[in-house]
């Protein structure tokens, strides 16, 4: 008898994205995917996903698939490609990587990989061969930087407050994120306190978001001047009677000194720097002021400034003020990665990791391919390099320099990919991977407390192969299968760690599919002390040492020494002038996941084509008309697109929600053509809402 073909089988979400949604697959009777659906047996995902992850199968069956390995005929980039085996494309990484070490030292080699999947094991191998050989190291900028070492000033740790807790809260306060296309879930539960409580929901953004349509109050602020309207909140709460003194003087480090000097930041103050009306700032103050039970739901969007950090400890000062964290449904969340604690040793081999090896910013790729020697570190140049679940010549910043980098001929570069992305195109060697149901994984939720198995729920296509076999067959051939971690199967990962964290077993997990390891209330709302050594909420923090998740070894960097010493708009953004009048904000698209998504037909249609939205009046100083083709550009660059004019965004500013591909832009430039590398004070990151430009009709 033919066995039949499941009918659902469980997973989670891969992607990078904070709701790391747990899934039910649904099979067609032909045993293929047909659709994901969000669990509902799952409290915090709660049967809703979001509408590119339920179409899927469109993904997992792309006609455009990569699923042969191939070496390059042409010349760089110019995208001809000839196919040839596994192991003659592995052999001949094997003997590149070993040349560019024996020529050049070992850091000359750089793997370079981010969370296109963020399963612990097929994402993070890469390390276990990085530091058996001693390859140059990453330092992780690109996304959370400015997020969590803001977040974590204030707090000293990265939790917080139950995020299904939001669902008895009586406000929620999404600021600089939009969940409605960035992470669905948030919506969920604060849809559901409206429903069940009558809560208000208040949305902080520089433009009319999907989520500020569904909001109660919307509060439209010019990009990069959150911690004015922070500021100006916690005033009213001193001035009015709202701040919670005893809270203050038993969980905060100088609550005297933060009023004093909030007594200039008045209303008026920031109405000048936001470009609210200062009524409007009161009124939301006294609403924060007056409902105890407020959920403040940070996101990362508002740090993607160069003053991001200190706008997210702004904001997030705000509960300490209030005295929201003493309350379920009251505190500020922004991520729960503290909560997890795992061992990683087998499968990223970290007792391996020399301090001496240089960490280069992913962030500067561009600097380090084209020879910066600060970018470089005072090491070898770049000769070989492995990528692995990102897409840099898209993504990174200063995409000119990105792309003049990997057009070098010295450079030889391999990318393991799923899709021919822009950063595939001008490879050396390009190697098809599995997609995240045709191979098993683990995976964190950071916007809740889930740890989740992925199991693997159909076999891949003949070709494409996992992460963790490159990584191993790489390793084989430059000797670097030492660790013990190298003989172990995805199973037999999660299992070690599991079992070494203290989580019970393999078997256990697949039974229950997910563990709760969400802290008790005193630990989550921090009644029982923050996180810092003195279990006080910082409104002072020590920028120049404090305890940044991501924090690299070394001296602070940017120019950290002028961040302000308590909440305060620090005006070190990218400030307009005559000849960069607006400001660009590079939202994300609802339909891509940064650039993933953006190779289906579905995806495309939904977003419809690259475009600059601009307020009529500022459109109307440039002479630009709805649906013009215009040219936006800075001294980085130049793009070409199409203006949309619409109300409701903040002034002087130009929202355009991406990630397109690269292609779909004339003359081939992307967005990332005019974002910035330099890194955000203390610890790096790049500043992708935080671009001064000009706009011209064509
Ligand atoms: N559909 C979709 N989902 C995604 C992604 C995607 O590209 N598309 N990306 C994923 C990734 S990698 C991440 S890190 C998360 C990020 O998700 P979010 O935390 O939502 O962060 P961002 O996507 O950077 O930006 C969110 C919002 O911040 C606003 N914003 C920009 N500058 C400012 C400012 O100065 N002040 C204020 N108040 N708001 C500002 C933007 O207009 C945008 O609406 O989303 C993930 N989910
Ligand atoms: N202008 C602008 N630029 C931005 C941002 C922005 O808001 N504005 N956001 C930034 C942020 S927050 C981030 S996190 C970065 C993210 O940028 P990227 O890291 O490039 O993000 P993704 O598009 O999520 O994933 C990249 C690739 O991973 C591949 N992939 C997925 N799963 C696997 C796998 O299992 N194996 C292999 N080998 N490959 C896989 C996908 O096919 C995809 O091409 O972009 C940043 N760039
Ligand atoms: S909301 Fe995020 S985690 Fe959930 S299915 Fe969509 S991309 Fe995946
Ligand atoms: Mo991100």
């Not at 191998?125 to 001693?134: A, E, M, P, Q």
């Not at 991520?335 to 962030?363: F, H, T, W």
């Not at 053509?673 to 430009?693: I, K, Q, R, S």
Request: aromatic fraction near 8%; include cysteine; charge should be negative.
């Amino acid at each position: 008898m033919t066995q039949l073909p499941p009918k659902t089988a469980f997973s989670a979400c891969p992607h990078d994205c904070p709701s790391t949604c747990a899934l039910d697959v649904q099979f067609d009777p032909d045993g293929k995917v047909k659709r994901l659906n969000g669990a509902r047996d799952n409290d915090y995902t709660a049967g809703v996903i979001c509408a590119k992850v339920a179409r899927y199968a469109e993904r997992l069956y792309h006609p455009e698939r990569l699923l042969k390995p191939m070496r390059r005929v042409g010349g760089k980039g110019e995208g001809s490609f000839e196919e040839i085996s596994w192991d003659a494309a592995l052999d001949l990484i094997g003997e590149r990587f070993l040349s560019a070490e024996a020529e050049f030292g070992a850091q000359s080699v750089w793997p370079y990989h981010y969370a296109g999947t963020m399963g612990l094991v097929q994402r993070d191998s890469i390390h276990r061969l990085r530091h058996t050989k001693g390859y140059s190291r990453q330092f992780d900028s690109i996304c959370t930087n400015m997020a969590w070492t803001g977040y974590v000033a204030g707090t000293g740790r990265l939790a917080g407050p139950d995020p299904r807790e939001m669902a008895v809260s009586d406000q929620i306060v999404i600021w600089g994120t939009n969940p409605v296309a960035t992470q669905v879930n948030v919506m969920t539960h604060a849809i559901a306190a409206r429903k069940k409580r009558g809560a208000r929901i208040i949305v902080v953004d520089v433009y009319r978001t999907e989520t500020m349509k569904q909001a109660d109050i919307g509060l439209i602020v010019k990009p990069g001047t959150d911690a004015a309207l922070a500021c100006a909140i916690m005033h009213v709460l001193f001035r009015e009677g709202f701040a919670d003194r005893d809270y203050l003087e038993k969980f905060t480090d100088c609550p005297d000194e933060l009023e004093a000097h909030l007594q200039s930041r008045s209303p008026e103050w920031a109405a000048a720097i936001t470009g609210l009306e200062a009524a409007r700032i009161e009124e939301a103050a006294r609403l924060i002021g007056e409902v105890k039970k407020t959920y403040f739901r940070l996101g990362y969007g508002f740090t993607r400034s160069r003053n991001g950090v200190v706008a997210m400890h702004a904001a997030c000062s705000i509960a300490a003020v209030s005295g929201a964290w003493k309350y379920e449904g009251g505190g500020a969340f922004h991520n729960n990665g503290a909560i997890y604690e795992l061992n990683k040793e087998m499968i990223e081999a970290g007792s391996l990791q020399d301090p001496a090896v240089r960490a280069l910013d992913q962030c500067l790729i561009g600097r380090i391919l084209t020879g910066d020697e600060a970018a470089l570190r005072g090491g070898p140049p770049v000769k070989a390099m492995l990528i692995q679940n990102t897409n840099p010549v898209s993504v990174a910043p200063e995409q000119d320099r990105v792309k003049q980098g990997f057009a070098r001929e010295d450079l030889f570069t391999v990318v393991h990919e799923q899709f021919m992305t822009e950063t595939a195109k001008m490879a050396d060697i390009v190697l098809p991977a599995t997609q995240f149901l045709e191979h098993d994984d683990i995976y964190k939720g950071g916007g809740h407390q889930y740890l989740m198995l992925g199991p693997k729920a159909v076999e891949p296509p003949e070709g494409p192969r996992e992460n963790i076999f490159v990584i191993n067959e790489i390793a084989e051939r430059v000797s670097a299968r030492s660790h013990p971690g190298s003989d172990m199967s995805v199973r037999d990962h999660i299992g070690w760690m599991l079992e070494n964290s203290g989580y019970g077993r393999l078997e256990d997990l697949e039974a229950g599919k997910w563990i709760d390891l969400q802290p008790d209330f005193e630990t989550a709302h921090y009644l029982n002390g923050f996180g810092h050594a003195d279990g006080r909420f910082h409104f002072r923090p020590d920028w120049g040492r404090s305890a940044a998740p991501n924090k690299p070894e070394g001296d602070p960097f940017g120019p950290w020494q002028t961040m302000p010493e308590l909440p305060d708009q620090w005006d070190s953004i990218e400030i307009a002038d005559e000849q960069h009048p607006l400001r660009l904000v590079t939202a994300p698209a609802r339909s891509f996941l940064n650039s993933t998504f953006n190779e289906t037909d579905s995806s495309r249609k939904k977003e419809g084509r690259p475009e600059a939205w601009l307020r009529p009046d500022d459109a109307a100083r440039f002479g630009i008309g709805d649906g013009a083709k215009v040219t936006m550009g800075n001294r980085r660059g130049v793009v070409t697109l199409h203006a949309r004019l619409v109300e409701i965004v903040a002034p002087g500013t130009v929202i355009s929600e991406g990630l397109w591909p690269n292609d779909a832009f004339e003359d081939g430039k992307g967005i990332n053509t005019l974002t910035g590398a330099d890194p955000v004070a203390p610890y790096g990151g790049a500043a992708f809402h935080d671009t001064a430009v000009w706009v011209r009709a064509v």
